[in-house]
């Protein structure tokens, strides 16, 4: 008796739900569940006052953002777009698309979501901020970054600029003279950081450029881009200024080179501002992270800081140097040793390479110095 009823209850069951619920369904109805969820929290808010409704919801986006879901605070229309120039402490100074800087402090849920939190913002992010008043503002959301340049502390990485389109290796041709071993360096690291590089060679006006046309043709089957310019006679000035338009470029250099009399070519004032921005750094005003974005008034904007100007070649390996440098990358995996260094080793196929001309020589001589001052350090670090 007691198991007839049972089966009648299982066909009810079954008359009941029929066509509603299938077995293959569950995961969709779950999804469907979760986003009805989600809506019930947001529909709460929005009898809970305004301004509360605006902050959870843009939260509850952000959490949905981070889970890969479309919703996201891109689609609060109340959020100005910015970018960030600098960070100072808690605060960050955000250039709206509308043209006025706010000071703006952080919503903590995103604080939460970075576990290294110095970089929870840094200069070069997009983000999406509410205009407390005409000054003040809240980053609300952070969109995904784009080129970074990092470099790494104690296993953690240290962003310290976000969005860079392109590192600037600006030097010179003479006053100070052309240094291309400094040009393979400041290469290396925008390979490491993914970063595309552009070559300026300025002070052409001092020089026969004739010279320097095969070291520059090296560079150019790499790959890499090459600009001969002169700040004083205006030489490619013109394409430096299309180059720079729209993009977040980061700029390296050694002193003297002509950074800022090539910037104020661009744009008359601009050199000014790099230089007494990198004074306030040496004061030590930009406490949290020193690097500043200038923006250009063509859309664009440049990155100073002192650490990009000089900056090393921080946190590369000796043993990671070839697979940069795209000349020397083919070969590696031909050495008769795996952890061949390309140095002293036999049956290389770097050095074979080298000697047959099928990669260039300065090259291979920039690589073994590097190589051999990082092995140097890396010995002193043990
Ligand atoms: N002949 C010539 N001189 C230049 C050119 N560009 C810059 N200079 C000169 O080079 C010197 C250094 O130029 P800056 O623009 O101050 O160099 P910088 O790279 O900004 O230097 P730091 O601020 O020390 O990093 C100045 O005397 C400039 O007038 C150029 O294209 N040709
Ligand atoms: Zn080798």
Redesign the pocket.
Known sequence: MAKKKRSKQRADFRKKYQGRVRKGDMTRSFQIGDQEKLADIVNAERVSGKGELTRKRTVTSQTLEESGSEMSAATDESLLPGRVVSVHGLKSKVLGENGQFYECAVRQVLKSLNIEQRNVIVAGDRVRFRAESPVDGMIESIEPRGGVISRTSRGRQHVIAANVDYLLI?T?AA?PGLKPALIDRFLLTAEHCGVEPVVVI?????IDPVPLQSMIGVFASLGYRVLM?????GVNIKYLHALLTEKQTALA??????????L?AIEPGL?LA??NV?LDNEKGRHTTTATTLIPLAVGGAVFDTPGI?QFQLWDIASNEVSGLMPDLRPYVSACRYPDCLHLNEDACAVKNAVADSRIDARRYDSYCHIVEELLIEEGSNR
């Open positions: 600006i010179s006053q300025n002070k052409v006006d001092l310019t002169s700040a004083e006679t250099g050694q002193s003297g080179v002509g950074k800022s009399s090539l104020n050199g790099v230089s990198s100007r």
